[in-house]
């Protein structure tokens, strides 16, 4: 095997004792560092933490090291956990963070800790917990950091080289080893390439003037030449090229959950796989079956029924077993058209021949707005298989107003966007570290982040500016906890403050409930309510199901009562972001299923998709874990919240199982 020019780089700092940041697109290889850095430590007889920002790719990464006879390995996701004092651990970011902060002796023998998508910390809602690794980690820990390619990589390398003891090199790459080739397509014009897009925007007008208006009376009874909003078109025509000029596999990306279904069905009369294709696709369900102990009708699930053609639908929506089959599948190569979500692509090593964006727009939680360049490059950058492509084709499909109006030039070829901090000091974090530097320095742990180094450009008045608003945002939270019991006014912690302290997550919500005894005295099935509905989040708009009193309603309104008075004495203290109230909504499908339901019976309780009300039980499962570690011994409580677990981890929840099977 060749390494490539940033490869040899990357691998000769890490050998040269640094800490490296390496920038390059998705499949350009950048994994063999982490894995020359983890050979490394292994020959050190020292340990190698990897971390990633999805448990899909923990999971898959641990497969992987598993199978080599020569890496000890475990796995920590909060889900599972799997021989942790082994050579290599695979962990979620999250999992490390705590590590760091509870007790950074026991990562006195680590040599190097990976960070596989790094540029992740300018994630909202998780961002913060890789900044907070990067500055508190022991200085003997080394790091190896992989990212996507951002415009302001050597910023990011310039503030990780000055919180680490050690030096950094940055390494930037924008080779591929197969290149991409970007193709246009609207039903109007057919495939077209970018160069072309004035003409083809010129030849849509054309038709749009030639159309018949609509006859259509207006709100007031006149006629309304308005033109109506054309749908989304379907790929079905486009699909039909690709797979006439030997372009599958094929990943097709939709951002909505409905319309991966919806596609795959549409095309489920197509017949992609050979005969002998169709006997080995029959052959490897069989197999996994078998590996995970399915039942024999699970032949005959629509899932396994469309791969039988050729065909599959990936969405977190899904059923984590279902998942982990179409991704078997798919890398199998037998999968011939995958309709997928954006996460199908964050990380996960399954390359295709082609790839079809359903559409350039998606909901960005606030929004329907153009896709960012970075998201466009890392799905994009699913195309083209090294060793078997010459080239990956990537397909975008165009309606009338994204022909017309949306910025090609800039998510096709623009510069991606730079990783921005969002960093915030969580509650648990800020009791860490009034223990261990004392509250006067508290504002120091926030000079060390990206957010403040990323400020240094600005004015002396403006740094001046910002500084004093962290000083001042920092002072509300800190007299929040003096204010609600976490702290004396010695800045010593109270027994409420190291539970608090233990946590990492609702930390507030869950020590208010504990020591305001709202969870004492409760059925197992009512503490995985209470933990559920702290975990869960309502994706639609508008309220949750009607919850008739019987379903603990009384107990439902206490845990209200004590969130919004946390809320509330937040929003006086001028604290931005009022931490997370209760959402019941998820309620009566974990009770059903604390009293024995199957994860089908479950949709005639709740219209909520299996695979998140799977994801959110799992989720709540190790909060219930946390508290039951951070609380005395001697409390009964840890019974109940024992019982809850056993409760819950049974079948589709329990993750371990179905990670040892496969």
Avoid at 347 to 360: D, E, K, T, W, Y
Wanted: aromatic share 6%; net charge neutral; glycine share 6%.
């Amino acid at each position: 095997m060749t390494l490539s020019d940033f490869q040899v780089r990357a691998i000769d700092a890490v050998a040269a004792g640094k800490n490296v940041l390496v920038g390059a697109p998705t499949g350009a290889g950048k994994t063999l560092v982490a894995e020359y850095a983890i050979e490394d430590a292994i020959l050190r007889k020292r340990r190698c933490i990897y971390t990633s920002p999805i448990k899909a790719l923990s999971n898959q990464k641990y497969r992987d090291f598993r199978d080599d006879p020569r890496v000890e390995v475990g796995l920590m996701t909060g889900d599972v956990t799997l021989n942790p004092t082994a050579q290599v651990l695979i962990m979620t970011t999250e999992i490390l963070r705590n590590a760091i902060l509870e007790n950074p002796r026991q990562l006195s023998d680590v040599e190097y800790v990976v960070f596989d998508e790094v540029h992740f910390l300018d994630d909202a809602e998780r961002g913060t917990v890789w900044e907070e690794s990067l500055i508190f980690a022991p200085e003997s820990v080394r790091f190896i950091c992989l990212s996507a390619t951002v415009a302001n990589i050597h910023e990011l390398g310039k503030w990780i080289g000055e919180i680490r003891t050690q030096p950094l090199e940055v390494i930037e790459s924008h080779w591929r080893p197969v290149p991409l080739t970007h193709r246009l397509w609207n039903p109007r014009t057919d495939v077209f390439d970018l160069e072309d897009l004035p003409k083809m925007r010129r030849k849509a007008e054309s038709f749009a003037k030639d159309a018949p208006r609509n006859d259509r009376r207006g709100r007031h009874g006149h006629g309304d030449d308005r033109p109506r909003r054309q749908p989304q078109p379907d790929p079905d025509l486009l699909l039909d090229q690709i797979a006439e000029v030997g372009a599958l596999p094929a990943l097709v990306f939709s951002f909505s959950r409905k319309d991966c279904e919806r596609h795959a069905r549409r095309n489920g009369g197509r017949e992609l796989l050979s005969r002998e294709e169709r006997t080995r696709m029959a052959a490897l369900q069989q197999e996994l079956i078998e590996l995970f102990r399915l039942p024999p009708a699970s032949q005959q699930s629509e899932v396994l029924a469309l791969a039988m053609r050729g065909i599959g639908y990936h969405h977190a929506g899904m059923l984590p077993i279902d998942k982990e089959l179409v991704e078997r599948m798919f890398t199998s190569g037998l999968l011939k058209l995958l309709f997928t979500t954006e996460t199908f692509a964050l990380g996960i090593n399954m390359p295709a021949r082609s790839v079809v964006f359903h559409s350039l727009r998606k909901f960005d939680g606030v929004s329907v707005d153009w896709l960012r360049t970075r998201e466009y490059m890392q799905m994009a950058g699913r195309a083209g298989r090294q060793g078997i492509d010459r080239e990956g084709l990537v397909f975008s499909i165009l309606d009338d107003t994204a022909l017309a109006e949306a910025p090609l030039d800039r998510i096709l070829s623009g510069t991606p966007e730079s990783v921005m901090s969002r960093f915030k000091l969580s509650y648990s974090t800020i009791l860490h570290l009034i223990v261990t530097l004392g509250r006067e320095r508290l504002l120091e742990a926030w000079e060390k982040s990206f957010h403040q180094f990323q400020h240094r450009k600005g004015t002396q008045k403006a740094q001046l500016k910002l500084r004093g608003e962290q000083r001042v945002l920092l002072q509300a939270h800190v007299a929040f906890l003096i204010e609600n019991g976490y702290l004396d006014e010695k800045d010593q912690l109270t027994p409420k403050g190291r539970v608090a302290q233990l946590l990492n997550g609702y930390e507030i919500q869950l020590s208010e409930l504990l020591f305001r005894g709202t969870l004492e005295n409760l059925p197992p099935r009512a503490l995985a309510m209470i933990f559920a509905a702290l975990v869960y989040e309502e994706r639609r708009r508008g309220g949750g199901p009607y919850l008739p009193h019987k379903m603990f309603g009384t107990l439902r309104k206490q845990v209200d009562l004590v969130l919004t008075s946390l809320i509330q004495s937040e929003l006086r203290l001028g604290i931005p972001t009022p931490m997370k109230a209760a959402d019941w909504g998820l309620s009566p499908a974990v009770l059903a299923w604390c009293d024995g339901a199957s994860i089908h019976e479950l949709e005639s309780v709740t219209d909520i998709l299996p695979g998140d009300v799977v994801r959110t039980m799992r989720m709540a499962i190790q909060f219930v874990r946390q508290v039951r570690r951070a609380v005395d011994p001697s409390w009964d409580l840890r019974d109940s919240l024992d019982n809850a677990v056993v409760m819950v981890s049974r079948d589709e929840m329990d993750a371990r199982a179905q990670l040892e099977l496969g």
